[in-house]
């Protein structure tokens, strides 16, 4: 499941890039939780938390379906 959430990541990264942050995957859990870490100028955003459940977490989640949860570390 690792490969597959790498995968949709590069999609999201685009757009993130865009914008001067980036996101890196820390953890992949058995039971489908992703953890992410926000880098670049999505740390310490005002809108990062948005960006990581109504963002990152839907398209994740469309992308690899084995995935229950996207949470920030």
């Known amino acids: 499941m ?10 999201i990264r685009e757009m993130l890039k865009a914008d001067g942050g980036n996101v890196e995957l820390v953890e992949v859990t058995e039971d489908g939780i992703v953890r992410l870490r926000l880098t670049g100028r ?8 948005l960006t990581l459940s109504q963002g990152i977490e839907r398209l994740l989640k469309q992308e690899v379906s084995e995935i229950k949860k996207v949470e920030a570390v």
């Open 2 to 11: 690792k490969e597959k959430v790498e995968k949709a990541l590069e999609k």
């Open 42 to 49: 999505c740390m310490g955003c005002p809108m990062a938390s």
